[in-house]
């Protein structure tokens, strides 16, 4: 015994050879719970008719700006009960910034469904993607700049789209945002389980990104490809 006694912050796992998993069930469990937040967003959003005026240039601008303040506040608090506050709030937010698309959908006759069609297939895309973490083998740390390039090409390509209004446009980039976001899953995830990630809120972070945007973009694939009118 060396007299010292090692500390471990709010929002850590650390001490014993089981770390990795307790990360994972700590960030899947809270990840869970992100979605009560996110639907009550979309809801506030679409019940306050807030949702139809979050478009075009005011719509990009709230939505980079509680992008970034709330991921910075959120990895500022991470080892402190105030993180997930911040992560609760950010989910929030990005069900609010969700409720047009969300209104949208809803308009079409077989609406529900399509909402019900598109959650149904991201949660199938999370468990795809965590089945494959726990058997690969191989260190996918190189995988990061790729995917990184990727979401930049996706996030300048969607600003060009907003102003241009095409629908073929919208519909290239949701397919590609569902494979570039269900590879970062399966990076987040591998990461966990390789003890690259200790901090279970910036684990739930990350993944929820990734899941909002495949669901995100698989709603918009169905809305157009699949949207019955009235």
Do not use: H
């Amino acid at each position: 015994m060396n007299g010292k006694i090692e500390t471990i912050e709010f929002g850590e796992v650390a001490g014993s050879a089981s770390d990795s998993n307790k990360v994972l069930r700590n960030t899947y469990w809270l990840l869970t719970l992100t979605l009560l937040p996110t639907v009550l967003g979309a809801w506030f959003g679409i019940a306050s008719g807030l949702s139809y005026y979050l478009s075009g240039g005011l719509g990009l601008v709230v939505f980079l700006a509680g992008i970034f303040g709330f991921v910075y506040a959120i990895e500022k608090n991470k080892n402190s009960s105030l993180g997930i506050v911040f992560l609760f709030g950010f989910t929030f937010f990005m069900g609010l910034m969700l409720s047009r698309m969300i209104a949208m959908v809803l308009g079409f006759k077989n609406g529900t469904e399509l909402v019900m069609t598109a959650f149904g297939g991201t949660a199938g895309v999370f468990f795809v993607m965590a089945s494959l973490a726990t058997v690969i083998k191989r260190d996918l740390s190189s995988m990061a700049k790729w995917l990184f390039v990727g979401v930049i090409v996706l996030m300048v390509a969607s600003i060009i789209n907003i102003f241009v209004g095409s629908s073929t446009g919208m519909l290239v980039i949701s397919v590609l945002s569902i494979g570039i976001f269900s590879a970062f899953m399966l990076y987040d995830i591998k990461r966990i389980i390789d003890g690259g990630e200790t901090n279970y809120i910036s684990a739930t972070l990350a993944l929820y990104m990734n899941a909002i945007n495949i669901f995100q973009s698989l709603l918009a694939i169905l809305g157009l490809m699949g949207g019955e009118k009235e």
